[in-house]
């Protein structure tokens, strides 16, 4: 996709289009003298291509995308109440991407990286001063989403079972992960708490669909037991 290069003297600007998306190249055709010093040598024309990342910077939530853990985000538990562990909630998650496409994944509520430990165990509240937490990832467009790729460790980040928990765990094989918008995230959310709801209801005998739904039917319960 080519971008549109704007020429000045002998330099040259451009702006990334407000609409890019994620793992897209893109082109830029540099014309001849473009760039360089006058009355020297200047650049003869050329084409650079650069390819976006597979997750803008920003805050997500991210979720598991097998048949077996799908739907389940990474959060945390298991061992030490601080192990990745995967529940149907999850925790935000602040990716940052530098310049050499070596991304870092910040737990936003605690400020500590996703780590891998000495024995490849995920956690999320990585101590950087600690030289067995590794926290530098490699993240690529997968089928379905995105892979986690722990650089130091030489592991990819998957949704498993360890000690009898779900976790998000070292693997040697690729994983699929989703990254969820906080917009998205809240969407989905309110549709689980209005299915818990609903299910709450129907076990109580009641009729419900959402959330405010059963709590009217509870406060106006409430109302008539007061009144007898």
Not at 11 to 16: I, R, Y
Not at 62 to 88: M, Q, W
Not at 117 to 123: D, Q, R, T
Not at 164 to 171: I, N, P, R, T
Request: aromatic content about 10%.
């Amino acid at each position: 996709m080519p971008i549109e290069v704007t020429v000045t003297g002998t330099s040259f600007t451009f702006t990334l289009p407000t609409d890019a998306t994620t793992s897209t190249t893109y082109t830029l055709s540099i014309p001849a003298s473009a760039f360089g010093y006058e009355g020297h040598e200047t650049c003869d024309a050329q084409t650079i291509t650069f390819t976006t990342p597979a997750v803008f910077d920003g805050t997500y939530f991210i979720k598991a995308t097998d048949a077996t853990y799908g739907g389940k985000y990474i959060s945390r538990g298991a061992d030490s109440n601080t192990e990745a562990a995967l529940d149907l909630w999850g925790l935000p998650v602040k990716v940052t991407t530098n310049a050499n496409n070596v991304s870092t994944l910040y737990f936003v509520d605690n400020n500590k990286p996703l780590v891998l430990n000495a024995y490849n165990i995920a956690y999320t509240d990585g101590n950087l001063s600690n030289a067995n937490h590794k926290y530098t990832y490699a993240i690529a467009a997968a089928d379905g989403g995105c892979t986690l790729y722990n650089k130091d460790k030489a592991k990819y980040i998957a949704a498993g079972v360890r000690a009898d928990k779900e976790v998000a765990m070292a693997s040697d094989a690729a994983y699929s992960w989703q990254f969820v918008t906080p917009t998205d995230h809240t969407t989905e959310m309110t549709a689980l708490k209005n299915s818990q709801a609903a299910t709450a209801a129907t076990a109580a005998g009641l009729s419900a669909s959402t959330v405010d739904n059963l709590k009217s039917i509870v406060e106006a319960w409430k109302g008539n037991t007061t009144d007898n």
